[in-house]
């Protein structure tokens, strides 16, 4: 089972940026996906997360109304598209696989992980 996250890189603040995971090695048709970030020094955190049916999506309060998850299930993607970025947004972004019986926003829901992409904001 394979997550592989790209399309982080440096952006100027109040930019965008879309993040994709592609999904391989087993079908996640049942799969919460979910995006998570680490700045350095800190510990990882939630940032947003689809249901299969891409019928309920979830976000931290700090992005709210700036970042977009969706998902396209026929190609085992997930996508997180992100507008108006802070500095504060700066981190490495990981994206993440489970089935949830808990909270949505633990890392420890999450059974697969992707290797990470940085995600550099400048003022």
């Known amino acids: 089972v394979q997550l592989q996250a790209s399309g982080g890189g440096l952006v100027q603040a109040e930019g965008s940026l879309r993040l994709s995971c592609a999904a391989s090695?087993?079908?996640?048709?049942?799969?919460?996906l979910g995006w998570f970030r680490q700045a350095p020094g800190k510990e990882r955190r939630f940032v947003a997360a689809i249901t299969w049916s891409g019928g309920r999506t979830i976000y931290a309060d700090s992005v709210k109304g700036r970042f977009t998850i969706s998902r396209d299930n026929a190609n085992n993607t997930v996508y997180l598209q992100m507008n108006s970025l802070k500095p504060e947004d700066t981190a490495v972004y990981y994206c993440?696989?489970?089935?949830?019986?808990?909270?949505?926003?633990?890392?420890?829901?999450?059974?697969?992980w992707g290797q990470g992409t940085l995600v550099t904001v400048s003022s």
């Open positions: 993440a696989a489970g089935q949830p019986r808990g909270s949505y926003y633990s890392i420890n829901e999450y059974d697969y």
């Open positions: 090695g087993r079908t996640f048709s049942s799969y919460v």
